[in-house]
């Protein structure tokens, strides 16, 4: 591709098609650009075309397109072509800066993004010019031109911020500084002299100030791994400057914008992020700096306004002073009492007030309002920053900082107490500043832990917040009345069980308050104190102190589902969920209607769900119903499946992906429920359960095995007669799934219940095939969870069919397998079996095979005898071997392909423990002493001297313990 | 266990060199007349020169002995002026070899002295200056000056040759060749020197410097004829004797563990951790070096740095007020806390704990960071039951707190920390415990932070913590749960 105008207008000609939006036009014309791009001369055609071009559009088209190629193209993988010839590339890297730099800002933009890309890949050994280009341009005193080359410095910079040190990372910081760090210097005194010199003029301060923060955002890259030597003899230019900028105003600067910070904002925020990572990392070095800080941004705070476009500087300055404050060695900048009052005064009170934005936040954002003030992502905000002041502050002055906020909380309130529809905020602020006072430490699952002890909780409680609950309305003043429900909710554990009973039904009543926020707090607050424990572990509130108030609150809690903006709220359906569980059998009387309204719920919300939380409720609540229900009349079960199967049936049908693996969980809750056989309905969708395509889906395989294993559990012997045609299918889910290192425990899930429930005849014929397909994994990837699996399964199948039959299966596969199983498997591995029931299962099958094992005792077998019984008694005594390979460490993660795909489990579905030798055997050591003395009796004399010769002496007592407890002895 | 960890991670460094090293060339600068105390009688009586260079050069390439002394002396003169001492136009003009030659004048003890001193301060420059001295030949002639009758002619000797080992390996090397240790090591010797403190100070610093600086490091078998040596030096009381020795030794140990096992098998350690006690800054800085270097070794040699009583030394050094000691004690005890778990338990016996949780909370950043690294190797190599220690000890506040820190290898190192925690609370049953602490310390709200930072590797570190400990009732990643259960899987819900 030659340099020609010819191909300069071809180029023309595509770019224009791919603004088009006609897809048929567009795409063959990027295509084609795609097929072109791998030639010479490529690039160097965008580039003169942006700089050159006579539209304005192809120009940025251009620009564009260029970035695009140059992020796809410009890295060279290893192993790979390198996609962009070295005379482009060289040629690229020349003209670059300059373009950039002579280019309007749209333009500007696109090429200082792509020398970014070059730059991480070619800087500093590919492109030693870049910094000398750049640090000239800072002469050229056009600071449109020197905005260009700062912005790109901080993308080339900016990783300096994240990235481990290194060798590699510090000798490039090093050249950087050699070379940069001295002009930037330069260039940021002369750029603080030219903004006094054009004090006056608004336009040349913006771009003047545009440079400021560049140069600040650079000074924190260049400073983040380490205190350069330059810096630290420059300190005082760089903290002087700082210190005066941080004091500076200038009318012109100023925007009228309430929302978007301005130039100013930006700079001091910045500076303060500069001081913060100073004060953090080099405190020996800043110390001297520092008190002027201190003051600096206190001055700042005490002068910045309430607008929203100050809230970052707002709470970077603030965020920097709790900082400071907890350090012993600065406490003395604060102790001073006219300090700390001035402090709570200007700086902490007035950021906790109630703003216009939090009204407006309170009132038609309820989602984003719950999420900050609730669940605590209120990490930038103003009220967050003056509340974690207040808790450095107490570190070291707690009684001073209550006595002064006390007599704020009370002139708050009696302000409040005149006139209270005008004043109601600043109650609010009274609440909201007795609550960062009082709260130390705080959980979501308990509220506050820790409590500053000289606030009075329960006499504020009561005085000051009871009072709002019980008002009749309560729909009046809702933003207090939000504040008293979360009082409770986080002082949960403060106040006296007593109150907390008096404010239930004041709660429940809230249910109904038409703020979403509001009857929100009050099921959260509802659902919290239900979690609550008490003594000996029991709910603190119990289900008959709930008596009186259970009509009212499920009514009013389904009622709060009908408010708009609530009907898939789920602080409600967790609630509602938290109130089964409490409740009980109290709730099995309104069973009929609550039923009807979650299916009701659940057939809504399933064309279109979207609230996994509230979702995920819904489903625990219903497993809830069908288990309160059926515990009390086990017969029950039917009409849960009359009314749930028909939305169950649609969701299957509409493939509601969400949905699927909850049903599966349910059904299986259902068809455990049922005492003996298995009713048709169940076994008409067994063949459909069996689709390959449901279990390509990761998120539906646990709850599938579930539910197969309740299939076989409930059913083996009506698959065995009336859909044995289905059994290579089961089979067949078996063998995908012991293929997965990932889901190979749910194929052995399946195999185990296939191996306990199903009459061994209607198995016989796969039993070969199924160990070989074991075997063939055992040698394609042995992985330790697959090893532990597979032991559980060998001795199962022991159990059940004998030993014999397990030695004989082996032995058909390979003449001698089965003692290269014990002697290679067996007796090294078994260390690892994890579970107590699978523990159980290993012990039974190995004393089977100890001594139900003919060939154990006349064949070559004989030697692996003794060790196979050191290894169990090893499974009693030691402890259990966690250790995994290295190279295993990272299966789960890595080599998941569905890592992502998150499986939800309910927990009110969970299925019971399962032992399939309980009843054959209690205790597996004694059971060990019963059959070895069986052995024995057999065969006198072989036992005593087979143990006397190789067991070593511990094992050997041991196993005299066992048969001492067993009162048996070896003939 | 954990691993230890070397003096130097990165060969660049970023900062100011430490103003705590130790100095690598002085010259000897004369105050006054009355400091040249060295010097013989005479001259003081013609204590103002008016000698220009040039005449200089040309008195040292004349015949005249007494002209050659009076240049000697005023150029000696010039180079010792406190400010702007003139080296490269002393070196310029050229007359360095003749002070060279002038060392061997053994008949005019005067102008022997003061060509030793001159070329003391030119080689006391850069490597260029240095150089300009070792390339005329000077080394030979100084080895040779060290057998002087006269004690101060030795002593510029000593001193003009420190200054030459401290310019780096090759000429320490060359200077080891020319076989500088046995004269030197005469001298120590020589009894009648107990009394001359400065002059055992120049022997020892010469030392130190001989012992200095790697790639390569100075011969074995140098280093082998000079420890007796040190151990002598060592029992000394004058503190920058105290100082210098213990620099050299912790040079010789800032190595691979042969070169560590050269030194501790001459049962040097004791008076080392002996004198990490010490009043005096300056001894304390490089005894805690040595044996922190010691203990960058095998297992073996850090039990013996901990048997000759290293862990009862550190927590006063723990809380030192010098940054820089508190740091590198907590470097040293990090390393100590990668040993097998008996040694971990020695610390904890030794009182260390306490300390160690008090620098987390409040010392300097760099401290900070260092006890980090203690925590993380405590936590990696404990028992449960010393890990339950550790956080009885109130490890998890400050340490959460460190989250904020901006260094992301700090708090990668931390993320590590607490999932080697929950694994010590998974094993005693105790998950929910941790998850509780660690949420009410404020520390969940700062891992659910760290998983938007920039580095890959710590948002992923963050990530992993969250949904392993806590995810919340509804969304459990399944293949956590896989622990090969029958059927059954286990799920976080406080029912």
New interface residues.
Partial sequence: MELSDANLQTLTEYLKKTLDPDPSIRRPAEKFLESVEGNQNYPLLLLTLLEKSQDNVIKVCASVTFKNYIKRNWRIIEDEPNKICEIDRIAIKGNIVHLMLSSPEQIQKQLSDAISIIGREDFPQKWPDLLTEMVNRFQSGDFHVINGVLRTAHSLFK?Y???????EL??E??LV?DAFAQPLTNLFKATIELCSTHANDASALKVLFSSLIQIAKLFYSLN??????FF??NMETWMTNFHSLLTLDNKLLQTDDEEEAGLLELLKSQICDNAA?YA?????EFQPYLPRFVTAIWNLLVTTGQEVKYDLLVSNAIQFLASVCE??HYKHLFEDQNTLTSICEKVIVPNMEFRAADEEAFEDNSEEYIRRDLE?SD?DTRRRAACDLVRGLCKFFEGPVTGIFSGYVNSMLQEYAKNPSVNWKHKDAAIYLVTSLASK??????GI??ANEFVNLTEFFVNHIQPDLKSANVNEFPVLKADGIKYIMIFRNQVPKEQLLVSIPLLISHLQAESIVVHTYAAHALERLF?MRGTNNATLVTAAEMAPFVEVLLTNLFKALTFPGSSENEYIMKAIMRSF?LLQEAIIPYIPSLIAQLTQKLLAVSKNPSK??FN?YMFESICLSIRITCKANPAAVGSFEEALFMVFTEILQNDVQEFIPYVFQVMSLLLEMHKNDIPSSYMALFPHLLQPVLWER??N??PL??LL?AYLEKGANTIASAAADKIPGLLGVFQKLIASK?ND??GF?LL??IIEHMPPESVDQYRKQIFILLFQRLQNSKTT?FI??FL?FINLYCVKYGALALQEIFDSIQPKMFGMVLEKIIIPEIQKV??Q??KKICAVGITKILTECPPMMDTEYTKLWTPLLQALIGLFELPEDDTIPDEEHFI??ED?PG?QT????L??A??K??DPVGQMVNNPKIHLAQSLHKLSTACPGRVTSMLSTSLNAEALQYLQGYLQAASVTLL | HAMRRQRMEVNVELRKAKKDEQILKRRNISFSSMGESFSPEQEKKNAVSTLSLEEIVQAVNGNNPELHLKATQTARRMLSRQRNPPLNQIIEAGIIPKLVEFLSRNDNVTLQFEAAWALTNIASGTSDQTRAVVEAGAVPAFVALLSSPHMHISEQSVWALGNIAGDGPMYRDSLIHNNVIPPLLALVSTSSLVFQVGFLRNITWTLSNLCRNKNPYPPLEAVRQILPVLIRLLKHEDKDILSDTCWAVSYLTDGSNDRIHVVVETGILPRLVELMASPELSVVTPALRAIGNVVTGTDEQTQMAIDAGVLTVLPQLLQHPKPTIQKEAAWTLSNIAAGPCHQIQQLITCGLLLPLVELLDKGEFKAQKEAVWAVANFTTGGTVQQVVELVQYGVLKPLLNLLSARDGKTILVILDTISNLFLAAEKLEETEKLCFLVEELGGLEKIEALQTHDNTMVYRAALGLIERYFANEVCVLFQLLSSGSMGRAVITCDR
């Fill in positions: 990783r911020r994240h990235e481990f040190k290194s060798n510090w000798t910081i090093k500084l983040f791994q380490d205190l350069p030597e630290e003899d990572l953090q990392k080099y405190d020996e350090r012993p605590g990490i430490a705080q959980t979501q699952k308990h832990t820790q979690t569980s996994p939380h995920h990761t998120g395989i646990p095995v579930r294993q990932a425990h749910q899930y185990n219940s969870k532990k699996s559980v994890s579970g029931v699978e789960d993660i998941t890592y998150a499986f939800s489990q927990a009110f969970g299925k423990e399962h």
